[in-house]
Structures are given as C-alpha cells and as structure tokens.
C-alpha cells in the first residue's frame, strides 16, 4: 500500500475507508541511549469492556491502571454536535490511574522451582458499586483484584485546639496545670485535676468524623493456588459473570470467582505415556456470548471447540479448525511455525482470530474446511527460518486483536512495528505501522526477502556487545530483531490501539 498520508483517510477500499493512524498518547517513554529495565518490560494489556479503563502488566509482577479523560471532558459538546449532526473527532486521551504490585517472586521447594513475578495475563471483570475488579496471573498463581476509591476518614470537631495538642500528650493550656504531674500513654493523667472550660459539661461535644478526600486501594479479595504443574498461558472471563477458565501446557480449569480453593478440570491432554505427548495447549478463550463455549489452540497449529455440556471432561471437542498443510512442503520448521499464539473471538462469536509465528489467520466458527482469511505478517523472514531458530527468535509469542466492529485485526512484529489489515469482503488494506510518535513512518508491505543474512541473530538476542543487531530489506528498511511488539490491544468500541514497545505503551487513534 502506498504512503498516502492525508489522502489516505479519505481512500476507501471495498467499501470500506482506510485509516490514517494518528498518534496519542506514550507512557514511560524511553530516551536515546537509555537501559530498559528488565522489571519494567510490559508483559501484558488489556482494554475493559467499556474502553474506559486499560490495564497492564510487567515482568516485576506490577499492574498499572489507565483511565480515560476526554470522554467525561466533553460530553456535552460530544451531545451538541450529534444533534448538528456534525461527525465527533475525539481525541482519545488516558491517564495515570493507580498501581500495585500484583505478584513477588517465589520458589517452589518441593520442585525446587523459581515462579517469576511476571504477569502472564489480565483479565477484567464486570465492575460494581464503583468498584473495578480485575484478574491477573503469573506462571503459577491467579489473583483477583479489587480496585476502589476509598474515603480517607479524619477525626475533627474536637473540645481542645489542635494547634495546642502535642500528639498524644498533654495539652499545652491555661485550662491545665503543667506543673509535676505524670502522663501515662493516651494522654491521661495521674492527678485527677482536670479542669474543664468556663462553659462546664454543657460546652462538650461529641468529635466528628469527615471524610476530606479519597485514596485508591487495590486489595487481593482472593487467590487461586496450586491448580496448575505447569505454566499458566491464557485466563480467560466467562460471559456469566461468574466463572473464569485457566489454561497451562496440558490441562484447562473451570473456576468459579467466588471459590478459590476448588476448580474444575475440563480439558485434558496429557498422555498416560509422556513420550507420546505430541501437542500442548498454547491459548484458551471463552466464546464472548454463549457461555459454555470455548476455544483452545495448539502448538500444532489446530483449533478446538468445546461445548461444556456434552460432558464434564471435554476430551472430545464438538468442532475442529486447522489448515491442511501443502504437499512438498513440510520442513524442519513447519511444526514450530505452526504453533498458534494467541487467539480472539471476534465481539459477535462468530470469527476466531489466531496467530502463528508468520500469519493471522481468521476462522469462521461455522466453516471448518478451512481459514477464510490469511494475513502474511513478515513473510520476508521465512528464507531465515534457520537462523531465528538458533537465536530462539522463532519462539517469540506474538498477541492479536480485532477491532470492535469486526473490520479489522491487528498483531505485532519486529522492530517494533505493527500490522493493521482489513478483513471485511474485498478488502486489500495491509498497513505496516512503527510504535513510535511517527507511526505512518513505515508504510508499505515488506518485500518477500530480505538482503541480508540473519546469521548474526544469535548474538542479538543475546544482546552481545558490537554484534549487528538489524536486518535491511530491499527497500531499506531496518529491522530489528531486538526489539518486538508483542502486546497490543483494540479498543472495544473505537478505532484506537495500545501498544506495548519494551517498557513503554504507546497509544494511537484513527
């Protein structure tokens, strides 16, 4: 696609305009040359429902609150022009909510194991009272958070002037002798000498309790433990409000937010015989409307529906979703570039969006022959496959969103870029996006090869000094394999995106 600038705005294509991705907002940007933390790397996002509120995750076990600002701004001028029936231009703008520190680091010792502190995963829940409530899990253990303002409550209306009190003493007044009594530790005395004010009994009142202003809290209201052997993958809300699934490797539990000391095992792929273990579970969603539906995805590359109520153990799933592999084409590499990442179900239910290692694909819940969709992401990388597997590279776990109306998805890639595509009826918009304050900067599809080899790979990922980090295609771009945008996020009602680039989240709107 060409660098269209404003024009593109105005294109359409199949009926549908193209964007022009403006950007936002950043937070925790970095500055040139600066040392990114390791703690600070943003491991997980995600939107609430409402869009209203954003949330996300780091390797130090933290979850930072985001709220958004213009639209309680500017609702009434959002009110004038719909009745003018002039189009509303908003400006999407978040701010710094609150944080905490969801989980520490751990060790188990019976395994003789180190849990990281990382968050995996956020899931929000349905909010109540003013209160926001929200999921979160690392490698081994899933929290549910309540986040709320609390009234800070301060005593005042006292019988004795504050400015005279030292703290919880004696009272510095006319009223009281100083001479040599002795005060015990709440501010009592020994001598029962007290001498009240002129006005005597009647002029004592009772002091007031005031709330002046208002904190927020973040409490862990409970803690779902020692459910999993091993690595927790995907949390997952289920549209009842009520129960949550948890997926690792091999198996997939069924909670009830309320009950935390119990679960339900619902999935299970593990082979009596280890040794035949050909596939482990990679992602696991809950359909968004029918609530005993799920999906989970492989690292064969397959996707599995299951209907909870043909029976309790859903060894057997009701629907089937994977790509028939070209004849010839099997390689080394295919089994790994397979494995599917992530998944999505579309707002409705009736679309699954999955990511493998090269491409999104799009799979209608009803036509299981095949995906009806394939979206080619860095297509240039597949002559390199070598390489990316020696620097591990080729592990690296990609996310991916659909917008709320269904139009589009998204997913990252190296060097920090994105991919934007269009996957309504005839639709060719294919958009390369950079995480950076310019993001049109790259626009056009990558070339199908590269013009350098990646045998240095190995030493970037290791971050060894002096090694060459970048690979420059025929067009010139430059990527780097050091840094990837894995997280990103879709709001749920506008075309706005959030993006996780290292520690910083960068905030863009179309």
Known sequence: MNNGGANAAMATVGGVQLLEWKFSQVFGERTAGEEVQEVDIISAIEFDRTGNHLATGDRGGRVVLFERTDTRDHVGHQRDLEKMDYPVNRHPEFRYKTEFQSHEPEFDYLKSLEIEEKINKIRWCQSANGALFLLSTNDKTIKFWKVQEKKVKKVCDMNVDSTKAMGNGPIVGSSISTSSKQYIANGGCTHN??????????????????????????????????????????????????????????????????????????????????????????????????????????????????????????????????????????????????????????????????????????????????????????????????DLYESDSIFDKFECCLSGDGLRVATGSYSNLFRVFGCSEGSTEAMTLEASKNPMRRQGQPPSRASRSLSSLSGVVRRVKGADNSVVDANGNTFDFTTKLLHLAWHPTENSLACAASNSLYMYYA
């Open 193 to 386: 000498d007290f001498s009240f004010p002129p006005g005597g009994f009647p002029s004592l009142h009772l002091p007031v309790v005031t709330s002046h202003e208002t904190n927020l809290m973040a409490r862990c209201r409970r803690i779902y433990a020692h459910a999993h052997d091993y690595h927790i993958n995907s949390i997952s809300n289920n549209s009842d409000g009520e129960t949550f699934i948890s997926a690792d490797d091999l198996r997939i539990n069924l909670w009830n937010l309320e009950i935390s000391n119990q679960s339900f095992n619902i999935v299970d792929v593990k082979p009596a015989n280890m040794e035949d273990l050909t596939e482990v579970i990679t992602s696991a969603e809950f359909h968004p409307t029918h609530c005993n539906t799920l999906a989970y995805s492989s690292s064969r590359g397959s996707i599995r529906l299951v209907d909870m109520r043909q029976s309790a153990l859903c060894d057997s799933h009701s629907k089937l979703f994977e790509e028939q592999e070209a004849p010839g084409s099997r390689s080394f590499f295919t089994e790994i570039i397979a494995s599917i990442s992530d998944i999505k179900f579309a707002k409705d239910g009736r679309l699954i969006l999955s990511r493998d290692y090269m491409t999104l694909k799009l799979w209608d819940i009803n036509m299981d022959s095949g995906p009806v969709a394939t979206f080619q992401i860095h297509e240039y990388l597949r002559p390199k496959l070598c």
